[in-house]
């Protein structure tokens, strides 16, 4: 399973010590172990759509919305 970026710019990655550059729409698996201490940055939709009639942004999809969908059904 797959993830969306939702921050843009440098935040400390506190699993692993240094500092990780995001920008919004980048595509994380995850399972990543930065992704899962910092769910709060992601988005389980692409947060970034493009057409050829303009930029199209969703709304972001809480990655934990996902999960509590799957455990459901």
Do not use: C
Request: glycine share 8%; no cysteine.
């Amino acid at each position: 399973m797959y993830v969306y970026a939702n921050n843009d710019g440098m935040v400390l990655n506190e699993v692993s010590g240094g500092t990780v550059m995001m920008r919004p729409g980048d595509v994380w698996l995850a399972t990543d172990p930065f992704v899962q201490s910092r769910r709060d940055l992601f988005s389980a939709s692409p947060t970034v759509v493009h057409a050829t009639t303009g930029m199209v942004s969703l709304p972001a999809t809480p990655v934990e919305e996902i999960r509590k969908a799957r455990s459901r059904g």
